[in-house]
C-alpha cells in the first residue's frame, strides 16, 4: 500500500507586511493542528482569513512564518496540492499535464495511464484541456494529484463554481479514489455539506488570528453521508449546536 503521512501544524507566528495603508496584522498566533495519518479532514472558515496560507506554508511554498510542519514520515513527503482553479497547460494534452510532476519512465506512464483511465478519462488522454468543461478539466486536476501517489493531499475548494450535479460527481469520484488509494487529506471548502459528505473530521476557523473554533468528528457511513437526514444532524454540530473547543 502507498505510504501515508500525518501532519503536525505548529505555526508561533505568521504576518503578512502592511500593504496600501493596511497595517501588519498576524494571521496566525501560536496555532496548532494535527492531522492523523491517512485521515480525511476538511477546514472550514471566513473568506480571507488564512486558509489557502495555511495550505502554502505545509506545502512549503510560503516560509516566511515562525513555527514548524512535522510530518510523521520524516521530512519531505510527497505532497500533491490541488487548487481553485485547475491549473492545467493550455499547450500541452491531458496526459501530458498529468505527467508534468512524475519523473520521466515508463513507470510514471502507466501510473498516469491507470489513474485517468480508472477516472473515466482514458479516452481524453490526447485532447487539450480547452476542449474539456470545468468538471472535466477538475477531473484531470484531480489525477494528477492521484498519481503523484500522494502522501498528503492538500486540496483547497477544488470544486468551487461547479453546478451541484457536477460537484457531487466528482466528491464522489474523490471518494472513490481515497478508498484506493488512500493518503491523508486536507480540504478546504466553504460548503459545510461539502465537509459533512467527504471528511472524516471538520475542523472550524475563526479569527483572526486563525483559532479552532469547532473540531467535529464526522462518524457516518458511507450510506449515511448519502441520507439528508444525517448530513444535517453532523452540519447542526459543525455550525455551532456542539460544544466550542477552547481557543
Ligand atoms: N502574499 C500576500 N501578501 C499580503 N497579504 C496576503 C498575501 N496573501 C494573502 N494575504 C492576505 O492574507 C489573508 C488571508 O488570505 P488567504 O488567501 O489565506 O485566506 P483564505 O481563508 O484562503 O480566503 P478565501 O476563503 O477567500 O480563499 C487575506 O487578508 C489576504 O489578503
Request: charged share 25%; aromatic share 6%.
Amino acid at each position: 500500500m502507498a505510504a501515508v503521512t500525518g501532519v503536525t501544524i505548529e505555526i508561533e507566528e505568521k504576518t503578512f507586511p502592511a500593504a496600501r495603508g493596511a497595517p501588519a496584522r498576524a494571521l496566525y498566533r501560536d496555532f496548532r493542528l494535527e492531522l492523523a495519518d491517512q485521515s480525511f479532514v476538511a477546514l472550514l472558515g471566513p473568506s480571507g482569513l488564512g486558509k489557502t496560507t495555511l495550505l502554502n506554508m505545509i506545502a512549503g511554498v510560503d516560509r516566511g512564518f515562525e513555527g514548524r510542519i512535522t510530518f510523521s514520515r520524516g521530512p519531505d513527503p510527497r505532497i500533491a496540492y490541488v487548487f481553485q482553479s485547475p491549473r492545467l497547460l493550455p499547450w500541452r494534452t491531458v496526459l501530458q499535464n498529468v505527467l508534468l510532476p512524475l519523473p520521466p519512465g515508463a513507470d510514471s506512464l502507466n501510473r498516469a495511464r491507470s489513474v485517468l483511465r480508472d477516472m473515466g478519462l482514458g479516452d481524453a488522454e490526447e485532447v487539450y484541456p480547452e476542449r474539456l468543461s470545468l468538471g472535466m478539466q477538475r477531473r484531470v486536476a484531480l489525477a494528477r494529484a492521484f498519481a503523484l501517489e500522494p502522501e498528503l493531499l492538500l486540496m483547497d475548494e477544488p470544486f468551487v463554481s461547479l453546478d451541484e450535479a457536477n460537484a457531487s460527481r466528482l466528491r464522489d469520484l474523490l471518494a472513490e479514489l481515497i478508498e484506493a488509494r488512500p493518503t491523508t487529506v486536507l480540504f478546504v471548502t466553504h460548503d459545510s455539506h461539502e465537509a459533512v459528505r467527504l471528511a472524516d473530521r471538520v475542523v472550524v476557523l475563526g479569527g483572526p488570528p486563525v483559532r479552532v473554533v469547532r473540531d467535529v468528528r464526522v462518524e457516518l457511513s458511507r450510506e449515511g453521508r448519502l441520507a439528508a437526514g444525517e448530513v444535517e444532524r453532523v452540519r447542526g454540530t459543525v455550525l455551532g449546536a456542539g460544544p466550542t473547543v477552547a481557543a
